[in-house]
C-alpha cells in the first residue's frame, strides 16, 4: 500500500513537472501546423476520396499521419528526465528517502508519459476537429480515440521506455540524433528504398503494422496489406519491448547503485 | 595562453562531441557496406550522410552543448565576455564536422561513389570539387546556426534538438513540397538528395548561406543579452 501511495505521488509530480514544461507545448504547437498541413493534403487528394473508406479507416488513416512525428517529440522530450536527476544530484537525495528504486521509476516513466501524451492527444484531437469540419461526420471522434488508443499508445509506451532508458548509457545530444535517424529509417523510409528498414515489420512503433492489421488502412492513406495476426504481434511485441526495457534499465540503475 | 584556452576548451566539450560525426560516417557506411553494395544507392545514401545526417548531428550537438555552461554566472563577471567562449566553441564543433564532411567527400570522390547535381556534371576540377562542397556546408552552416539560435532562445536542450528533428524530418518527409515551391527554396536543404536534376541547386546553396547568415546575425545578438544566458526554463534540462 505505501508503495502504491509513493509512486502516485511520484507519478503526480512528474506528470506535472512534465506538463509545465513550455518547450512540450511549443514542440507540439510546430507539430499540429505539420500535421494540419499534412491532413489538409491527404483529405484534399482525389485518389485518397476515391479509396472510399469507412468511418473507422479515415479516423485509423488519420491517426496514423498524426503518429508520424509526435512519437519524435515525446521521445526527445522524455530522454532529459534521468539525466537532469543526476545533473541536479536530486538522484542522490531521492536515494535516501523511503520508497524503492523501481516505485521511483514506474512513477516517473508513468508521469512522464502521460504527461507527453497529453500533448500527444490534444493534437490528435485538433487533427479530428479539422477533418470533423471538413467531412462533417462527427463519429470521427470516438472512432479517433478509439484508434488512439489502438494504434499510437503502443508505440508510444515502447518509444517513451527506450527515451528514458537509453540516455542513462549513451551521451543525451548523440541519442537525440540517433532517434531521429531510427524514427526517420525505421518507421518513415519506405522497404522499397534499397536500404533495409523495420518499416513493415511488426517492430514499427509507428504503428503502420497494426492499422493495417486491424482497420486495413496504410500510413499514407492507402491500404495496408498486413492481417489481424500481425497487428495483434506487433502489439504485443511493442509493449513487450517496452516492459523488457524498462526492466534492463531498472537493473542497470540498482547496479549502478551498488558500485556507489 | 590562446594555446591553453584551445586546449581547455577542447578537453570541456569531451570526446563525445568529437566522437559523434565519425561514427555517424562510419555506422552509415558499414550499414551499406553490409545492407547493399549497389553503387547508386551507395552513392546517394553516402551523399545523403553528408547532406543530411552530419549537419543535423552538428545542429544538436551546437544546440545542447555550445551556450550552456554551468559556471555561466562567474564567467559573466569575468573580463573575457561570455559571447566569445560560446563562439570558440561552436566554431570548434563546425570545424571538427567540417573537416569530417570534406574528408569523407574527398574519399567518396576517389572511390567513385560520388553522386554529382547535374548542374555541376559537366564544370572542370577542381572546380566541380570545390563547388560540391556547398553540398554539406550550406546545410551545417544552416542547421547550426538554427541551433545556436533556438538554444538560446528556449533555453531548453532538449526543446532546441526536438525541433531541429522535427524541422528535419518535415524537410525529409514533405520534400517534394520543398522542391515544387520555389518560396520554400531559400530553407530547402537536402537537394541533392531528392532532386539531383533541380536546376536551382546553386542558387539554393548561396540562398541557404545567406539565411544561414541572417541566423549568425541574431545569434550574434542574442549572445550579449546576459539577462537571456541567465535565464533557464523551470524543469528543462
Known amino acids: 500500500m505505501d508503495s502504491l501511495k509513493i509512486m502516485w505521488g511520484v507519478l503526480r509530480y512528474e506528470f506535472r513537472m512534465q506538463i509545465r514544461r513550455p518547450a512540450l507545448w511549443l514542440a507540439f504547437l510546430c507539430f499540429a501546423f505539420l500535421i494540419v498541413r499534412s491532413a489538409t493534403g491527404m483529405l484534399d487528394n482525389p485518389y485518397f476520396l476515391q479509396a472510399h473508406l469507412s468511418a473507422l479507416q479515415l479516423a485509423a488513416s488519420l491517426t496514423l499521419l498524426t503518429n508520424w512525428l509526435a512519437p519524435l517529440g ?6 532529459d528526465r534521468l539525466s537532469r536527476d543526476r545533473r541536479t544530484r536530486v538522484d542522490e537525495l531521492l536515494n535516501t528517502l523511503p520508497g524503492t528504486l523501481r516505485t521511483r521509476l514506474l512513477g516517473k516513466y508513468l508521469g512522464t508519459t502521460l504527461a507527453s501524451l497529453t500533448a500527444a492527444l490534444l493534437l490528435h484531437l485538433v487533427v479530428m476537429a479539422f477533418a470533423i469540419w471538413q467531412t462533417g461526420n462527427f463519429l470521427l471522434l470516438p472512432l479517433g480515440l478509439l484508434c488512439y488508443g489502438v494504434i499510437v499508445l503502443p508505440g508510444m509506451l515502447f518509444v517513451a521506455a527506450f527515451s528514458l532508458a537509453c540516455p542513462v548509457v549513451i551521451w ?10 531510427y524514427w526517420f529509417w525505421g518507421n518513415l523510409l519506405s522497404p522499397h528504398s534499397g536500404l533495409p528498414t523495420l518499416n513493415g515489420t511488426i517492430f514499427t512503433p509507428i504503428g503502420s503494422v497494426i492499422g493495417a492489421g486491424f482497420f486495413n488502412v496504410g500510413s499514407r492513406g492507402g491500404t495496408g496489406s498486413s492481417s489481424a495476426v500481425d497487428g495483434i504481434a506487433s502489439l504485443v511485441a511493442l509493449l513487450g519491448i517496452a516492459i523488457l526495457v524498462l526492466v534492463a534499465l531498472y537493473q542497470f540503475l540498482r547496479w549502478q547503485q551498488a558500485r556507489q | 595562453m590562446t594555446l591553453d584556452r584551445i586546449r581547455y576548451e577542447l578537453r570541456l566539450l569531451g570526446k563525445p562531441v568529437f566522437l559523434t560525426p565519425v561514427l555517424v560516417v562510419i555506422g552509415f ?40 555552461d554551468r559556471a555561466i554566472e562567474l564567467q559573466l563577471t569575468m573580463p573575457r565576455k561570455y559571447h566569445h567562449t560560446a563562439n570558440a566553441r561552436f566554431l570548434f564543433i563546425l570545424l571538427w564536422s567540417a573537416v569530417v564532411s570534406l574528408l569523407t567527400s574527398f574519399l567518396l570522390y576517389v572511390t567513385s561513389y560520388w553522386r554529382l547535381p547535374v548542374l555541376i556534371a559537366h564544370w572542370d576540377q577542381p572546380w566541380q570539387f570545390l563547388t560540391w562542397q556547398l553540398t554539406w556546408l550550406s546545410s551545417t552552416l544552416w542547421l547550426v546556426a538554427l541551433g545556436l539560435v533556438l538554444s538560446l532562445l528556449i533555453r531548453s536542450r532538449s526543446a532546441s534538438g526536438a525541433l531541429i528533428c522535427v524541422f528535419s524530418v518535415a524537410e525529409l518527409y514533405f520534400h517534394d513540397v520543398f522542391m515544387n515551391n520555389s518560396m520554400l527554396h531559400p530553407v530547402y ?49
Open chain 1, 74 to 79: 515525446v521521445g526527445i522530450l522524455l530522454a
Open chain 1, 172 to 181: 543525451l545530444p548523440l541519442y537525440q540524433f540517433l532517434f531521429f535517424g
Open chain 2, 29 to 68: 557506411a558499414l550499414l551499406l557496406a553490409i545492407a547493399n553494395r549497389n553503387v547508386t544507392t551507395v552513392a546517394r545514401s553516402m551523399g545523403a550522410s553528408l547532406e543530411v545526417l552530419l549537419p543535423m548531428a552538428a545542429g544538436v550537438v551546437v544546440a545542447t552543448v555550445a551556450t550552456y
Open chain 2, 189 to 237: 536543404l537536402f537537394p541533392l538528395t531528392f532532386s539531383p536534376d533541380a536546376s536551382y541547386w546553386l542558387v539554393n546553396r548561396i540562398e541557404l548561406l545567406g539565411t544561414a547568415a541572417v541566423l549568425f546575425v541574431l545569434a550574434w545578438f542574442l549572445l550579449r543579452l546576459p539577462e537571456l544566458l541567465l535565464s533557464h526554463s523551470p524543469g528543462e534540462e
